[in-house]
């Protein structure tokens, strides 16, 4: 617990809550920009809505993930953490819900922003169908376990190497993996695919269920069109989520208790 | 301080010489440069996977502004003159629905613009056709594709199909009716005014609903022709030569002005026509049965 405060200190002290607010005044400029569509302007509002606050998580995911394992190593304030009576993996997941927690008081905080810019737009134009909020708290959830896994990520590297740079732009390679892996199998079983090497479709179809799978976390679309949501496949979608999470992070313990930190 | 303030200064000055020069340059750049090249919606997706909602919205946002700041003088509709590069906005319209199938806006720029404009009427009718996959309850495409069937691909079957099929989905008899209406032979010109009025309906974007306003009143001018020809054969017994002979038998006040800049005259088939063909000049018109672009 004392780690989560820490953690979610030091993130306040390094001011990350007033950038974001620096950043969410793009929100101010949505409604103006949302009347350039002819047809859909509270849909244009929810999709530039709701792509500002994915972008901002995404950015905190990386940086706040990568970033504070690595300062602590700087500081030399691992050293200090780790001669309490606290085991490194106790450390580790510390870090991981101080900054999981801070995540999703961010995405709750733009999620409310949201909801007052869509409100406002959508009282001006209204939209062919009603805004279906549940589908935007369901986009809006389903970003933050994303980002939540781009953490445990971000830490699992962080947990390799001391450098700066694996765990930034790691993250950054497993989130661009992760996106385009839905539509890489999909294209292997397309029958475009079936020109490709048997070898070649053989590993596509191993590294399909090793990568992470982003593109049923993405919801956006759901969300700006009011369209249904299947709770089976979000049940499924979120124990992804949460189990590929905790073996991350299992992972990054594992190797974290075993590293020699001098 | 006083050296960093002349510093500024000197730098500030220089911005805003090039600035005048830098900011003609750019308006003058090509369409292409000005948008830049889109790369494949594929690898649009597959690099900004969260995105893409957004990067089609920017897209169509692009080749409105673009159409918008073509459209000069609107006060003066008869002068609205376009010299846009259609096929540049029909790929630009295409990679946006094939990152977002939902988008509205693409269906809507497409059929406007596309259909009437560009000539592409097969082409604009498979987007509204693949937007219907997709856009399931949205009676407007439908709409949209049953007066293309009907009144430039002549296709009434198909028409009435996609007509009933915007009535089931509106829950508005009137579609029902007007499929019956328009398998009829006549009433082609009110058709395409009512369609036009739908299409009109709520367009915000100025050089859009001048657009359309314009097409509006050529099409009415075609009516009121229409109408004074079919009363002058009911009187008559025999059609009139030339629309000069309905002026003089008082059937029409004037002869009715095409706002696109031609002359209306009658075909071998008493059809109304006029010279302009409803378009202002639009040069590198792609060819119809263009269809590589679809977006399946």
């Known amino acids: ?262 | 301080m006083k050296r960093y303030l002349f510093s500024a200064f000197c730098v500030l000055t220089v911005y805003f010489i090039l600035l005048g020069p830098f900011t003609r340059t750019m308006e003058q750049k090509p369409y292409i440069e000005k948008l830049g090249l889109i790369p494949n919606p594929r690898l649009l997706s597959a690099l900004f996977p969260d995105y893409q909602e957004l990067l089609a919205a920017s897209i169509i946002g692009k080749v409105i502004l673009y159409y918008g700041s073509l459209a000069e003088r609107l006060d003066q509709p008869g002068k609205v003159i376009y010299a846009a590069d259609y096929p540049a906005m029909s790929r630009s319209i295409h990679a946006a629905l094939r990152l977002d199938p939902y988008n509205m806006d693409g269906y809507y720029f497409g059929q406007s613009i596309l259909a009437w404009d560009a000539r592409q009427y097969v082409l604009a009718t498979k987007l509204l056709e693949y937007g219907m996959q997709y856009r399931t309850w949205d009676w407007q495409l439908p709409f949209f594709a049953g007066f293309n069937y009907a009144y430039f691909l002549h296709d009434k079957e198909k028409a009435a199909e996609m007509y009933m099929r915007a009535g089931d989905l509106s829950g508005e008899p009137l579609f029902q009716k007007l499929a019956g209406r328009y398998l009829q032979e006549a009433g082609d010109t009110r058709m395409a005014i009512d369609y036009l009025g739908t299409l009109a309906k709520n367009a915000r974007n100025p050089a859009l609903r001048q657009t359309l306003q314009v097409r509006i009143s050529a099409f009415e001018a075609v009516l009121a022709i229409e109408q004074a020809r079919d009363r002058f054969m009911h009187e008559h017994g025999n059609l009139p030569a030339n629309i000069a002979d309905l002026v003089e038998a008082g059937y029409l006040e004037d002869t009715p002005i095409d706002p696109y800049g031609g002359e209306f005259y009658f075909d071998e088939n008493h059809r109304v026509l006029t010279t302009s063909k409803f378009a202002f000049a639009a040069p590198r018109v792609p060819s119809d049965d263009d269809s590589s672009e679809s977006p399946e």
């Open chain 1, 1 to 262: 617990m004392t780690i989560v405060t820490v953690t979610l200190k030091s993130i306040l002290r390094d001011r990350v809550l007033q950038g974001i607010l620096v950043a969410s005044m793009v929100f101010l400029a949505i409604p103006a920009v949302s009347t350039l569509s002819m047809r859909q302007v509270t849909e244009l509002a929810l999709t530039l809505s709701l792509s500002l606050v994915s972008f901002i998580l995404l950015l905190l995911a990386i940086f706040l993930g990568g970033v504070s394992l690595w300062r602590d190593v700087e500081r030399r304030y691992t050293h200090s953490v780790l001669t309490l009576p606290l085991g490194r993996g106790k450390y580790l997941l510390g870090r991981f819900a101080g900054i999981g927690l801070f995540l999703v008081g961010t995405a709750a905080l733009l999620g409310l922003l949201t909801f007052v810019v869509v409100s406002f737009v959508s009282a001006g134009y209204r939209p062919d169908r009603p805004v279906s909020w549940l589908a935007v708290m369901a986009a809006l959830g389903f970003d933050t376990l994303q980002c939540l896994l781009l953490v445990a990520f971000a830490v699992l590297f962080s947990s390799v190497s001391t450098s700066f740079f694996l765990p930034i732009f790691g993250t950054i390679a497993v989130y661009l993996v992760g996106g385009a892996s839905q539509q890489a199998y999909d294209y292997v079983l397309s029958p475009a695919g079936q020109t490709l090497s048997p070898a070649v479709r053989q590993v596509a179809g191993l590294l399909y269920y090793i990568v992470p799978n982003f593109s049923a976390f993405d919801l956006k679309v759901n969300a700006i069109y009011a369209m249904p949501l299947d709770p089976g496949s979000l049940a499924l979608t979120a124990g992804y989520g949460i189990i590929y999470t905790a073996f991350v992070l299992i992972v990054a313990v594992t190797i974290y208790s075993r590293r020699e930190l001098g």
